[in-house]
């Protein structure tokens, strides 16, 4: 298999967390794409992914997967021990939900943030992000305030259960993991209360997966 990302970025890095849980590192070859100077918004890469992102996971037979949740529901089933994604029908459902509420009301917003709101990954970029659009810093802040909330939202969570979606950790919370890594890259901070949602960051930072991803 090849995973087509670039290492230090935050979705990417679920990615490479979920390999290291299931001990698929030396399966894997990784091609790097070079998102600061838009590789990714180019013919070739936009081929295997249309819709310009990483990271895209290329099987043996050549099939293309991209989207963290298609490919770490792929990688978790190969050995038919699904760890992070659930084996019951309610373990399934409640990972689910959980980790689209990690998503959308936290990783994505700070994404958000991140490309409209701030430089970015710089100048080679700014084309794709929506340049000439007057209120995009406006909204890009709006997008910030909504990542905090949702911090909030699952700090309130954590304090009556050890992880995001209950008792076992799962791909929700690599989720809220690596979007509160790339809330620190871009300069916001966990609010100050969030006590229950900072004890959960030590504890999952702790993890060898975490510690020593793909
Ligand atoms: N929903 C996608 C997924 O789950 O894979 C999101 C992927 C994504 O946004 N990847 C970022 C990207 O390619 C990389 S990172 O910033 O998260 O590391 N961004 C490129 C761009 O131009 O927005």
């Keep these: 298999m090849k995973v087509f990302d670039i290492p230090g970025f935050p979705n990417p890095l679920r990615i490479r967390i979920v390999l290291a849980e299931k001990g698929l590192v030396s399966n894997v070859e990784f091609v790097k794409v070079d998102l ?17 992102t990483v990271p895209v996971l290329q099987l043996d037979d050549g099939t293309y997967i991209s989207e963290c949740t298609a490919i770490t529901e792929y990688l978790d089933n190969l050995d038919g021990n699904p760890t992070l994604t659930g084996k019951t029908p309610k373990e399934k459902g409640v990972i689910h939900m959980m980790h689209k509420r990690a998503e959308s009301e936290l990783a994505d917003p700070v994404g958000y ?30 997008q910030r305030d909504k990542a905090v909330a949702g911090m909030r939202y699952f700090d309130q969570v954590l304090r009556s259960q050890p ?52």
């Design 36 to 52: 600061p100077a838009a590789e990714h918004k180019q013919p070739a890469f936009l081929s295997i992914n249309p819709t310009g």
């Design 163 to 214: 992880y995001v979606a209950g008792d076992a950790f799962s791909m929700a919370d690599i989720t809220v993991l690596a979007g509160l890594i790339f809330a620190g890259f871009a300069n916001i901070e966990i609010p100050e209360e969030c006590e229950a949602l900072k004890s959960w960051q030590a504890n999952v930072q702790q993890r060898a997966s975490v510690r020593n991803p793909a």
């Design 113 to 142: 943030y991140f490309h409209h709101a701030t430089p970015g990954l710089g100048a080679a970029l700014q084309p794709y992000k929506s340049p000439e659009w007057e209120g995009r810093v406006e909204w890009g802040n709006r």
